[in-house]
């Protein structure tokens, strides 16, 4: 009975082996045109695909997918995401933050320095409650000067929804500031 159960386990590891593989197979150049036409750095084309199979390769059971393109090209739509909160996260942390003793002194008055702190604490704030779609274009936008189709693109969007979370972004950054001004 034990030996029964052992080889029905290995005719379904086998069968799911080949599925994935056939899968695989099919879907990996049209995920790579895919990445191809939404990331600048081709480089990490190859990582992004082998992701998605990656995350196709957890499923426990690959027979429950009705549609595989639909669930690929949806986990492929979330991997670009997150690699690009990843780069985003990356290229904050390699800007150095402005340290007066390491960069020398400055000219400004010891209140003009702590009104600027505190209004640049009241955008992190800010920037904390909005929406993390909202936030995370307004980052590619303003921090990393990404232009509004290679958002769109990557975040699989139109360039119109990435217009109009950036300038509600914008609004709230502005009302903030103005806020931190009349206070």
């Known amino acids: 009975m034990a030996a029964d159960k052992v080889e029905r386990a290995s005719v379904k590891a ?3 082996g080949s599925r994935l593989d056939a899968l695989a197979r099919r879907h990996t150049a049209p995920l790579r045109r895919y990445f191809e ?3 600048s750095n081709r ?3 190859p990582d992004l695909v082998q ?3 990656m995350r196709l390769a957890r499923l ?3 027979s429950t997918l009705e549609q595989p393109e639909h669930y690929l090209f949806r986990t492929a739509s979330s ?3 997150d690699q690009l909160r990843k780069d985003a996260t990356h290229h904050r942390r390699a800007h150095v933050a402005f340290d007066a003793e390491a960069h020398g002194g400055s000219d400004f ?3 003009r320095v702590l009104a600027g702190r505190q ?3 009241a955008v992190h704030a800010t920037l904390r409650t909005l929406p993390e779609r909202t936030r995370d274009i307004f980052v590619l936008r303003m921090f990393e000067e990404q232009k509004t189709a290679e958002v769109a693109a990557a975040i699989g969007i139109s360039t119109r929804a990435v217009e109009s979370h950036y300038a509600r972004a914008l609004a709230a950054v502005a009302i903030a500031l103005r806020s931190h001004r009349d206070d």
Do not use: I, K, N, Y
């Open 43 to 45: 480089e990490d084309v």
């Open 60 to 62: 426990e059971d690959l």
């Open 79 to 81: 991997a670009l995401r």
């Open 109 to 111: 008055s010891p209140e």
């Open 37 to 39: 036409r939404r990331v």
């Open 14 to 16: 086998t069968a799911r």
């Open 51 to 53: 992701d998605v199979l």
């Open 119 to 121: 209004a640049l604490a």
